[in-house]
């Protein structure tokens, strides 16, 4: 079992950016898939990105593909979201989400543990 925490949320204006942080308890997030989601208001939760547990190359959204960069550091059991050129539409709340099963999916009932979530507000 793994107890998610996100930081690093705010208020931007558009152009901005904004790196979000996943802190992980326990000693077997190292072997956990990771995927940051995101909701709107009225909106369903979609997918932003997503990362092995081995690292490597993410996975994107085609709306963040090019600004935003997910990263892992599995000796400090932190989760990362670099958001750049942050774009009004971006705004929501960023959830983190943990799949101890095989590969990253884009769907949010495939992962098991989630975060309380941070709100990011981008300004036009």
């Known amino acids: 079992q793994v107890q998610l925490v996100e930081s690093g949320g705010g208020l931007v204006q558009a152009g901005g950016s904004l790196r979000l942080s996943c802190a992980a308890s326990?000693?077997?997030?190292?072997?956990?898939?990771m995927g940051w989601f995101r909701q709107a208001p009225g909106k369903e939760r979609e997918f932003v990105a997503g990362?092995?547990?081995?690292?490597?190359?993410?996975y994107y959204a085609d709306s963040v593909k090019g600004r935003f960069t997910i990263s892992r550091d599995n000796a400090k059991n932190t989760l990362y979201l670099q958001m750049n050129s942050l774009k009004p539409e971006d705004t929501a709340v960023y959830y983190c989400?943990?799949?101890?099963?095989?590969?990253?999916?884009?769907?949010?009932?495939?992962?098991?543990?989630w975060g309380q979530g941070t709100q990011v507000t981008v300004s036009s």
């Open positions: 989400a943990a799949r101890p099963l095989m590969g990253v999916t884009t769907t949010p009932r495939d992962y098991d543990y």
């Open positions: 326990g000693r077997t997030f190292s072997t956990y898939n």
């Open positions: 990362i092995r547990w081995s690292g490597g190359p993410g």
